[in-house]
């Protein structure tokens, strides 16, 4: 078994040296590197085998399928500069390719997430699992910003590691809040909307907020933060629906803001589940009001950020 090792960065002095060092196991460590100004590049240069340039995008991930035929080896291990694996992981992978690797195409390795310098535990956040570890060719990744990859042979060819344990990758993810703030609108303002104004539905994104409230509060486990990041990932649907909208040309009926109860009951059937479970302990007054508290200050900085 031959592995090809997969780094991309843009502007990681801070990190890279660890994920590459993470993966010196491997026959051959490429870095894919988005025109690095920081010191990056000569990490890169003295720690991989090749260096390979890419533009600067606003989506990352269709970037990976572009430098995937760069890779010569059957089996392709791809991680971000801000990742990094254990120290065994060259035994876990030779492992896993010798027990599974007639049956399977590509492995999703559960990911610890690291933000603000916390390892996440609870719902949402764990296990996390990532599509990072596949035989060449097998594996394409859609146009956005951390969409799950698609295996080509079919999610029959597609096995989840059980934790914990097995092999993981460690991220480090956001230094803080204000991290987060400033990459979760950054992903909001590049994101791709659909054009069609027929299609377009606020109560959608009234209920993902719904969804990312229930799914990633887990205070029993992570405590005051996971409270913290369920209201910011909330507030991120509604923003999200917004650039969507004003996206659009004719905008469609918005509706006011007395219309969120109402929209908490339309949609499919799973997510309609879902605003009925939620809506007696989050009724929409509240949720808004949290929404404007939550990211008033966050948005008003980074807007004026922007227009400067």
Avoid at 41 to 51: F, G, H, N, Q
Avoid at 141 to 149: A, T
Avoid at 188 to 207: E, S
Avoid at 258 to 273: F, K, N
Wanted: charged residues 25%.
């Amino acid at each position: 078994m031959r592995v090809s090792g997969i780094v991309h960065t843009r502007n990681s002095a801070d990190t890279v040296e660890r994920a590459l060092a993470t993966l010196r196991w491997v026959d051959e460590l490429l870095v894919v590197d988005m025109a690095s100004d920081d010191g990056t590049l000569a990490v890169a240069e003295r720690l991989a085998d090749r260096v390979l340039h890419a533009p600067v995008v606003a989506r990352v991930d269709d970037v990976r399928n572009q430098f995937l035929a760069g890779a010569t080896h059957e089996w392709i291990f791809v991680l971000d500069s801000d990742e990094y694996l254990a120290a065994d992981a060259a035994e876990q992978v030779a492992a896993l390719v010798r027990t599974h690797g007639n049956r399977v195409d590509a492995f999703a390795i559960p990911r610890f997430n690291y933000i603000a310098g916390q390892v996440m535990r609870g719902n949402g956040w764990y296990p996390d699992h990532q599509v990072r570890l596949f035989r060449r060719g097998m594996v394409r990744w859609r146009d956005g910003h951390h969409l799950p990859p698609e295996v080509l042979t079919g999610p029959d060819r597609l096995l989840h590691l059980s934790p914990p344990e097995c092999l993981h990758i460690h991220h480090l993810n956001y230094r803080d809040l204000r991290h987060f703030v400033r990459k979760q609108v950054d992903y909001a303002l590049n994101g791709l909307y659909d054009p069609d104004p027929r299609r377009f539905d606020f109560a959608d994104y009234v209920a993902a907020a719904h969804e990312r409230l229930a799914l990633y509060q887990d205070t029993a486990r992570d405590g005051d933060l996971s409270h913290a990041l369920a209201l910011l990932l909330a507030w991120d649907a509604i923003v999200r629906g917004l650039l969507h909208w004003d996206s659009l040309d004719p905008r469609p009926d918005l509706g006011a803001l007395v219309a969120l109860p109402t929209g908490a009951a339309r949609g499919s059937a799973p997510r309609a589940g879902m605003r009925e479970r939620l809506a007696p302990v989050m009724p929409a007054a509240r949720l808004v009001r949290r929404f404007i508290r939550a990211g008033r200050s966050a948005i008003g900085g980074l807007v004026g950020r922007r227009r400067t």
